[in-house]
């Protein structure tokens, strides 16, 4: 029956994406009726196109192992704006969009408490590694469960799942709320690799090593070039106007002295900025999957894994600067030492890894429009001074508005409905206002967001990043190449190609050979791992499974 099902989703795959290269002559007798451990890869900021415009630049046995050995998903898309961090982690693992999550974005508005809140902060709990105030943080603003949460219920809660990244949020979301650990780095004076009491009320031993071992110092070192930079013919000139400067440099060339610019740029908090952030990240996941003795057990383990420097090197220095190069560079020699250290300590064949980004980002505007390329900067400021004005003029002296952030506007409903105003009409009243203001692209309210289903394009994908609870009540969109943002380096958060648009790879145990540039989603990949390993879909998933990916169903 199992082989006749196998069968059956091989031809409706063939059939149904005919464009997919498959190699069907994918090793199907494993050693395992499990993996012993999945490991899922986020590289922050990562678009798509640097697999493609560093390819032959990498060695072997990085992105070209899981590219060539494993499954390459050429077109995966991310479906919602907006294209932050932690709605990007938050949709990976748990297979639906911020509608149903609840992960709006980093920050947001808080129409309940009337302040602004960060994704993960949770005061209730308190620091574990360090005497500040940067470990008081859970899951708890994640409104669904996760595929590693599934994972746990699967198994009686005997897999362990284990999160990592220098950033809080890009190890507490994925890990979801049953892990039995998530860590990230405390810079500034600290660091260190640190937790929260949600999870444990001490360091493992392993960490406390770890955090003694002086690795973070011994990359306090000048950052150069991997390779002489002659070489690096794949970015812009090293010497440009569209870099940001750490303080206390006058130019934003290499080599970069850490050593000296540590002092003004908050001791350790410096390395996040640079790609030794990555390789501090790596030598810790390494040291998790030891100390923790992942994929030694009985049942599957899963480890998630951030690489969050990539995302700070790019705000700072952009897509097109030498120190992204390098960046991605040398993390392809970290993604080779940790698919070593898998195969020296889980075997290979017995894990598998997926590997993906929760956001793209998009050229610096300044470089796109000196080369004649439609783009440039939103003025916030103005945006904002104009919209109160509209609110007074427009609503008989009336400040409207409560606050204005993440693209959208939060109307004061409560004056609304004291001072005899219609909701909708209100909502409607600032639309226009928004449509007709520079640089916007497109507008809508929460009540449209609510009673139409929008079916493609910029709505759609508004729509799905629209949360009845938390969102505010106009959403709008910027023009392409159009950022509220520093004139030096790249952000993110659009819609656009170049923050959807990111890779998706699958490699090891229970993968096929082969690649398809059909389109994929981001809410894809949760329940395509659930399917893997015969787990429940997490509770919210609106994304289905990759079937042509699979060498197997459970």
Request: with cysteine; hydrophobic share 35%.
């Amino acid at each position: 029956m199992k082989n006749a099902l196998l069968t059956f989703f091989t031809l409706l795959t063939l059939t149904t994406f005919g464009q997919a290269s498959v190699d069907l002559t994918a090793d199907s007798n494993s050693k395992t009726t499990n993996p012993k451990l999945i490991v899922g890869i986020v590289v922050d900021q990562m678009r798509y196109d640097y697999l493609t415009r560093f390819y032959s630049r990498f060695g072997e046995g990085g992105f070209k192992r899981l590219m060539s050995e494993g499954f390459n998903c050429q077109n995966n898309q991310f479906n919602y704006i907006p294209t932050y961090t932690a709605p990007g982690h938050a949709s990976i693992f748990t297979g639906t969009t911020p509608a149903t999550h609840g992960i709006i974005g980093n920050n947001w508005y808080d129409k309940e408490s009337n302040e602004d809140v960060y994704c993960v902060n949770d005061s209730i709990y308190k620091t574990v590694g360090a005497s500040d105030k940067s470990g008081q943080m859970s899951p708890h603003r994640l409104s669904v469960n996760t595929v590693t949460d599934q994972l746990r219920l699967h198994t009686q809660f005997r897999s362990k799942t284990i999160g990592i990244a220098i950033k809080d949020r890009g190890a507490i979301l994925p890990a979801g709320h049953t892990a039995n650990a998530a860590f990230w780095f405390d810079g500034d004076e600290e660091g260190k690799w640190i937790t929260s009491t949600f999870y444990m009320e001490k360091l493992p031993d392993w960490v406390v090593k770890f955090n003694q071992s002086g690795n973070t110092e011994s990359y306090m070192k000048p950052w150069n070039t991997l390779y002489d930079i002659k070489t690096y013919t794949e970015s812009g000139s090293d010497d440009n106007t569209y870099e940001g400067l750490f303080k206390g440099e006058t130019k934003p060339v290499f080599p970069h002295d850490l050593p000296k610019l540590r002092k003004n740029n908050r001791n350790f908090e410096i390395l996040k900025s640079t790609a030794f952030g990555n390789s501090i990240t790596t030598d810790f996941a390494i040291a998790a999957i030891k100390g923790e003795q992942l994929g030694k057990g009985n049942e599957t383990d899963f480890l998630t894994l951030s690489f969050s420097s990539t995302d700070y090197v790019g705000h700072m220095f952009g897509v097109n600067s030498v120190e992204v190069e390098d960046t991605y560079l040398r993390l392809d020699l970290d993604i080779a030492k940790i698919l070593s250290s898998l195969d020296a300590e889980v075997g290979k064949g017995n894990y598998t890894v997926f590997l993906t980004a929760d956001h793209g980002a998009v050229d610096v505007p300044a470089y796109l429009k000196d080369h004649k390329i439609p783009a440039g900067y939103f003025d916030s400021s103005a945006f904002k001074k104009y919209l109160n004005e509209f609110s007074v003029q427009k609503f008989d002296g009336n400040q409207l508005i409560k606050d204005v952030s993440n693209k959208q506007v939060f109307l004061d409903e409560k004056l609304i409905d004291e001072k005899g105003y219609d909701l909708d009409d209100a909502e409607e009243g600032f639309a226009q206002a928004i449509l007709n203001f520079p640089k916007i692209a497109e507008v809508y309210t929460a009540t449209a967001m609510r009673n139409t289903d929008f079916s493609k394009g910029a709505a759609s994908l508004l729509q799905n990043g629209y949360n009845q609870k938390r969102s505010g009540n106009i959403l709008y969109t910027l023009k392409s190449g159009v950022i509220s943002y520093t004139k030096t380096g790249s952000t993110h958060g659009s819609g656009y190609d170049y923050d959807t648009h990111v890779p998706l790879l699958f490699y090891g145990w229970g993968i096929r050979q082969g690649s398809t540039v059909q389109k994929t989603e981001i809410t894809n990949i949760a329940p395509t791992i659930a399917a893997l390993l015969g787990l429940e879909m997490p509770d919210g998933t609106t994304g289905v499974p990759l079937e042509f990916v699979l060498d197997r169903i459970n």
